[in-house]
């Protein structure tokens, strides 16, 4: 919307047209995202509590964790409204909306943020407190995923073909399969997925960005734990949009060149500015809850970004907090089906497995938003050596 209103009034020189510029749009977007997220706050928990959307421990999925929870107050859920409310706003002001990656965002997030509220709607005004059915919300994640995987590998396949022959002295004749593969981090291998018209390709998008949506919705468990952990994830896929979208700029031989795609970084800082407004009334004793509104978006767009950077692999090292959590679930589940009872963690998400433990829940969120930063760093530093 900026860039729209500067083209409108003109505006080519001065201070305000230092706008135009992506470092000032993102660091905008993360100041508003954060402004809007604060100041919205206090009315979403207002009215939260008028309707009384509190949470309640589901009694009989573990005795003792609900004796854990025991003494927490009740905290009203679906805060997650301040967070979309917030990405979205940042988002339209702050990106340039022409941009064909910022419009998939945008739908993605709200599609997302719709399914987290319908789920937290009905948990929360239902008697049995169990919200959406498992196949009615994984259908609902689908439909979605789908659509973002199928209207970004159209994209990538438009836009590759149309920078190969528009300019072919700068760009590789393959670069709509290039677009459309799986690139392996160390080593300049990659999976072309671009076959059976691009199906593959769609596949891995439907993987990654369901995948990561839910496994950030398995790390919403204590306090500040996922907000946290999702700030630091998006600061540093930030810095892999503008990386990947200026890629023969700043290191030709290190990353893949994802045209157009640093403008996602002003996406980023907005997750990064709305889950630290988010953080400041969720950190410990929370008086809100992000629940599946907040929650599933963010996962779902972290995974979106990393697609669009070529950096699927990477992510998982970013996001390592995220990918832990996630396999300490198909862990235990695993093995508890296989062996009829026995168990890898006294609970899980993994975090839980350290409040059995005994572990005070603000020294386990501390110690994950520290693992979340050297894994950040990890995944970061892994481009120098690709």
């Known amino acids: 919307m900026i860039l729209h ?63 854990i929870n025991a003494s927490k107050p009740p905290t009203p859920t679906m805060g997650g409204l301040m967070i979309v409310g917030a990405i979205l706003a940042a988002g ?23 399914i987290g509220f319908i789920d937290d709607w009905i948990k929360l005004t239902n008697e049995d ?27 990538f396949d438009r836009l590759g073909r149309d920078l190969s022959e528009g300019y072919p002295d700068e760009f590789p004749s393959n670069l709509a399969e290039q677009l459309q593969s799986l690139h392996i981090p160390f080593t300049d291998f990659r999976i072309d997925l671009s076959f059976a018209m691009a199906i593959p390709h769609i596949i891995l998008v439907l993987i990654v960005v369901t995948g990561f949506s839910n496994a950030v919705n398995l790390s919403d468990g204590m306090d500040g734990l996922a907000a946290g952990c999702v700030t630091i994830a998006a600061l540093a896929m930030g810095a892999l949009c503008v990386a990947a979208g200026r890629a023969p700029e700043l290191a030709p031989d290190r990353i893949f060149y ?21 953080l400041w009334f969720n950190a410990a004793p929370a008086l809100v809850y992000m629940g599946d509104t907040g929650s599933l978006p ?20 970013v996001g ?11 862990l235990q589940v695993g093995v508890f089906k296989a062996t009829g009872g026995r168990r890898v963690f006294r609970c ?8 059995f433990a005994g572990v005070p829940d603000t020294r386990i969120v501390t110690r994950f938003w520290i693992l979340s930063i050297l894994f950040a760093a990890a995944g970061l530093a892994s481009l120098a050596v690709s």
């Open 5 to 67: 209103l500067l083209d409108y009034l003109g505006i080519d020189t001065g201070l305000l047209a230092g706008l135009r510029s992506l470092a000032a749009r993102a660091g905008l977007a993360a100041v508003f995202a954060f402004v809007t997220a604060l100041i919205t706050g206090p009315f979403v928990l207002r009215w939260l509590h008028s309707k009384r959307y509190i949470e309640k421990e589901r009694k009989g999925d573990s005795l003792e964790l609900d004796e």
């Open 92 to 114: 339209l002001l702050c990106g340039d909306l022409q941009n064909f990656y910022v419009q998939i965002a945008l739908l993605s997030t709200l599609g997302y943020g719709l």
């Open 129 to 155: 407190r169990s919200g959406l059915r498992s196949a009615s919300k994984y259908l609902l994640q689908f439909l979605v995923a789908v659509s973002v995987a199928v209207g970004i590998t159209l994209v």
């Open 258 to 278: 994802s045209p157009h795609s640093q403008e996602l970084a002003v996406f980023c800082t907005a997750m990064a500015g709305a889950a630290l407004g988010f």
């Open 298 to 317: 963010l996962g779902s767009l972290l995974g979106y970004v990393s697609v669009v950077v070529k950096q699927e692999l990477v992510f998982l090292i």
């Open 320 to 330: 390592g907090v995220f990918v832990i959590e996630a396999l300490s679930v198909i």
């Open 348 to 355: 899980a998400p993994i975090h839980h497995h350290f409040q």
